[in-house]
């Protein structure tokens, strides 16, 4: 066995990858070097005898699959993982008989490729006459599979991811809808990932967490003495979002006296501060998100029809966990290894009666909520199981549940306050924290709900 940390070697035309993939891979405590090309490469794996390599397969001069068979001449059995942000079910097949053990998608799920990394070097480091086990089989992260940071190979994420593709490489506006809890900033920010905006920033606003006085000084930005407290000046999103993305989030939650102010600046791509005189240009392609139905808000007048035509140029529809039921038990597979992790102790696992509890339930917030409910049953679970009674009530019994029932059942003498802080944490929960939504159930402002956990003290 080595003594040292292993030696990882990166390979990429990216520098802003590279530099992220770099740091990523430093603080899960490897050694790690650094190529833009495959000539380089060489000089590395020469000099430095890297103990596994991670490279691009779209690189000038040599791909990274020309590269893997250079190298293999030199010592077959070092481990070479290969990285694409345009995967095909063929390239992954060439990559796998040229002698990769992996191949991995862009934008990278970091958790999968640090088991990925973690499994290879195991494997590479074993003694000479030792036998290796059998390697456990994993999807390759194909368009037949997982997609990013996305976890699910369902028709209806298929059909995702096929859009994702699609619309990234365009400039085009996107409109994305979906439940709450469905992964709409995550769609969002693996559309500027895949984009030839992806050195640039990503911005992610929510409008529904922006106190209304304050809307148009975020969104358009400051100049100094504009108004009481402005005491300098401060750029906008987009000025902020520069060469890069700005994704507006609940984009119906937006006051309506402004939405005329953002469709002119979507249409000239010039802003004027409050309270300045010039206008200053910016180059930025937005993504927009609500959870409701767009065309429903338009015919309410929440949100203007033609600031709706202006970021509908594409649609990507997210569906709802109840309507891809089968990507279930491996999401909740990954997030109680994330979680197990995070926790301490060791890796918890689902009982079958379990995972039978949860996919029976209709997840009224999506992924979220799944999550939530999974770093719970790992919390709970100590013993590495997570049994039926580590799950809530109202998921062991779905009969009283609030979603079926539509009520909730207090104790005889509660008192209002305990009874409204029960109702708050209740919706909190249906709806996997999301609070623009607990708001809209409730009734109630955004604000409202903020105050309300504050004052009680509760972090969510």
């Not at 791909?63 to 993982?81: A, C, H, K």
């Not at 200053?280 to 029809?305: I, M, Q, S, W, Y």
């Not at 491996?330 to 890796?347: D, P, Q, T």
């Amino acid at each position: 066995m080595l003594e040292r940390p292993p030696r990882i070697l990166v390979v990429d035309d990216d520098p802003t990858f590279r530099d992220v993939l770099e740091m990523r891979l430093e603080r899960w405590g490897y050694q790690v070097k650094v190529a833009d090309r495959a000539r380089r490469a060489r000089e590395l794996v020469e000099r430095w005898r890297p103990d596994l390599i991670l490279s691009d397969v779209v690189m000038p001069e040599v791909s990274g699959i020309q590269l893997l068979n250079q190298l293999r001449e030199d010592e077959p059995g070092r481990p070479v993982i290969l990285l694409t942000a345009h995967a095909t079910v063929e390239m992954a097949v060439d990559a796998m008989k040229v002698g990769a053990v992996d191949f991995l998608t862009k934008p990278l799920n970091y958790q999968n490729l640090r088991a990925v990394v973690e499994e290879a070097l195991a494997r590479h480091r074993l003694p000479d006459k030792e036998e290796p086990a059998p390697r456990r089989k994993r999807p390759a992260s194909t368009p037949e599979s997982d997609f990013g940071p996305f976890i699910g190979s369902s028709e209806a994420m298929q059909e995702v991811y096929e859009l994702i593709r699609s619309v990234a490489e365009s400039d085009a506006s996107v409109l994305i809808t979906g439940e709450s809890g469905t992964g709409k900033e995550l769609a969002a920010q693996t559309i500027h990932e895949l984009s030839p905006r992806s050195s640039g920033p990503f911005i992610a606003v929510n409008t529904s967490a922006i106190p209304r006085e304050l809307m148009e000084s975020e969104i358009f930005g400051h100049e100094k003495g504009a108004f009481t407290g402005a005491t300098d000046a401060r750029p906008g999103c987009f000025e902020m979002a520069n060469e890069g993305t700005l994704f507006l989030d609940e984009i119906g939650e937006m006051p309506k006296e402004l939405q005329p102010k953002l469709l002119r600046v979507l249409d000239s791509a010039r802003i004027r501060r409050v309270g300045g005189q010039k206008e200053v240009t910016f180059d930025v392609r937005t993504l927009a998100a609500t959870n409701r139905d767009p065309r429903d808000a338009v015919k309410e007048g929440v949100l203007r029809e033609d600031l709706f035509f202006r970021l509908n140029v594409f649609h990507i529809q997210l569906p709802p966990l109840r309507d891809r039921k089968g990507d279930l038990p491996r999401l909740a597979r990954r997030f109680a290894i994330e979680f197990s992790k995070k926790h301490g102790g060791e890796e918890r696992r689902f009982e079958d009666e379990t995972l039978d509890l949860m996919e029976a339930y209709d997840w009224p917030g999506n992924v979220r909520e799944l999550r939530n409910l999974v770093e719970r049953g790992v919390v709970v679970a100590r013993e590495g199981r997570i049994r039926p009674e580590h799950l809530p009530p109202y998921l062991r019994n779905p009969e009283r549940s609030p979603e079926e029932t539509g009520s909730f059942r207090f104790p005889e003498g509660a008192s209002a306050a305990e009874v409204e802080k029960e109702l708050y944490l209740r919706t909190l929960d249906a709806t996997g924290n999301n609070k623009a939504e607990a708001a809209r159930r409730l009734g109630v402002s955004v604000r409202t709900v903020r105050n309300k956990l504050n004052a009680w003290k509760i972090d969510r």
